[in-house]
């Protein structure tokens, strides 16, 4: 549930943010290859069922100097929610790099996001060098309501840019913004997923909310739009977009969890239109500024009770499928 960074105190109590902790937490310090305990508990979750991995949709990677404001926005966070937010993975680069493939995720994202103009084109020049140098993360890039927009985007696209990151609350802008009228058409056509946090959870903003993301679908109706945190706490208005509009998915960041359950229950009558969208439901986490384990997501989603062919779905086909992914020999 993203916005500017958490709450429990970080993993390494006092210490600096890198191996120190994730010695403690696994017994291993994350360079050599092996896979620690915590690595070893979600491999056996995707193994019985059968899954070669994971494909997480909504992970983040970004400058620390960006990073680090994220973080401070977490650490104060509480009077916003009312619930304390530690960021459970506050670790180096490297160190966060290294804990994804323990956990055998295949593919995952480095979504970024600026919160005013001038900040997206640079931006999008650290998530290709992160890309480059980092094979399994899909490359991601953003943008923001501005002049030269419709330029970066196209020129992010030209790099290899795979799917966009874009954030309404944090950024403060409506999706409908006629300085992005070029761009949506451009990424529409170019069939690039968009991960989009439009949902009014942890807080709502300006133009959160199903009403903009609405009005932009039934301008761009072929757009590949992924509801962030599957549109809490607006879950019923996402999952009726969804139904309606073949392009649109929606990935789990933190729903179902026991934190947003307390902040935002997901309704029970939404099991059922759940499952008949088990295509288009993809994996997100938020790693890693999670207030729990990263295998707690896959616990929630197991306990709706959807069954092992929506969870293999969700948690690796679906998303296999939208990035063509290569099959795993």
Same mark, same amino acid.
Not at 194 to 211: D, R
């Given at each position: 549930?993203?916005?500017?960074?958490?709450?429990l105190?970080p993993?390494?109590?006092g210490?600096s943010?890198?191996?120190?902790?994730?010695e403690r937490?696994?017994?291993?310090?994350? /360079?050599?290859?092996?896979?620690g305990p915590?690595?070893?508990?979600?491999?056996?979750?995707a193994?019985?069922?059968?899954?070669?991995g994971?494909?997480?949709?909504h992970?983040?990677f970004m400058?620390?100097?960006?990073?680090?404001?994220?973080?401070?926005y977490f650490?104060?966070?509480?009077?916003?929610?009312?619930v304390?937010?530690?960021?459970t993975?506050?670790?180096?680069?490297?160190?966060?790099?290294?804990l994804?493939?323990e956990?055998?995720?295949r593919a995952?994202?480095s979504m970024?996001?600026?919160?005013?103009?001038?900040?997206?084109?640079?931006?999008?020049?650290?998530?290709?060098? *992160?890309?480059?140098?980092?094979?399994?993360c899909?490359?991601?890039a953003?943008? *923001?309501p501005?002049?030269?927009a419709?330029g970066?985007?196209?020129?992010a696209?030209?790099?290899?840019?795979?799917?966009?990151k874009v954030?309404?609350?944090?950024?403060?802008?409506?999706?409908?913004?006629?300085?992005?009228?070029?761009v949506?058409?451009?990424?529409?056509?170019a069939?690039?997923?968009?991960?989009?946090h439009?949902?009014?959870?942890?807080?709502?903003g300006?133009?959160?909310?199903?009403?903009?993301?609405g009005?932009?679908?039934? /301008?761009?109706? /072929?757009?590949?739009?992924?509801?962030?945190?599957?549109g809490?706490?607006?879950?019923?208005?996402?999952l009726?977009?969804?139904?309606?509009?073949?392009?649109?998915?929606?990935?789990?960041?933190?729903?179902?969890?026991?934190?947003s359950e307390?902040?935002a229950?997901f309704?029970?009558?939404?099991?059922?239109?759940l499952?008949?969208?088990g295509d288009?439901?993809?994996?997100?986490t938020d790693f890693?500024n999670?207030?729990?384990?990263?295998?707690?997501?896959?616990?929630?989603?197991? /306990?709706?009770g959807?069954?092992?062919d929506?969870?293999?779905a969700?948690?690796?086909?679906n998303?296999?499928r939208? *990035?063509?992914?290569?099959?795993?020999?």
């Amino acid at each position: 549930m993203t916005a500017t960074g958490t709450d429990l105190p970080p993993h390494s109590a006092g210490g600096s943010e890198g191996s120190e902790g994730s010695e403690r937490r696994d017994g291993r310090d994350g /360079r050599d290859g092996r896979v620690g305990p915590e690595g070893r508990e979600v491999r056996a979750w995707a193994g019985r069922l059968g899954l070669p991995g994971l494909v997480d949709v909504h992970t983040h990677f970004m400058p620390r100097n960006v990073l680090d404001k994220v973080w401070a926005y977490f650490d104060s966070a509480g009077p916003l929610t009312g619930v304390e937010w530690p960021i459970t993975y506050r670790e180096e680069e490297d160190r966060r790099v290294a804990l994804l493939r323990e956990f055998g995720v295949r593919a995952f994202t480095s979504m970024l996001y600026p919160h005013k103009a001038g900040m997206a084109a640079w931006l999008n020049d650290w998530a290709d060098d *992160f890309a480059r140098r980092t094979p399994d993360c899909l490359h991601t890039a953003t943008l *923001f309501p501005e002049p030269g927009a419709p330029g970066y985007v196209r020129a992010a696209l030209d790099r290899g840019a795979r799917v966009l990151k874009v954030h309404v609350q944090v950024g403060g802008f409506d999706p409908n913004d006629e300085l992005l009228d070029e761009v949506w058409g451009t990424v529409a056509e170019a069939r690039t997923p968009v991960v989009m946090h439009c949902g009014s959870g942890p807080a709502p903003g300006a133009f959160t909310g199903p009403g903009p993301v609405g009005r932009l679908l039934a /301008r761009h109706p /072929r757009l590949r739009l992924i509801v962030a945190h599957m549109g809490m706490p607006e879950y019923a208005d996402f999952l009726g977009l969804a139904e309606r509009y073949e392009g649109v998915h929606l990935d789990t960041t933190m729903a179902f969890t026991d934190f947003s359950e307390r902040l935002a229950p997901f309704p029970e009558d939404g099991l059922k239109r759940l499952q008949g969208l088990g295509d288009r439901i993809l994996l997100g986490t938020d790693f890693p500024n999670i207030p729990y384990p990263y295998v707690h997501q896959l616990h929630a989603l197991e /306990r709706l009770g959807l069954g092992d062919d929506w969870l293999r779905a969700v948690c690796h086909d679906n998303g296999a499928r939208l *990035f063509g992914l290569p099959p795993v020999p």
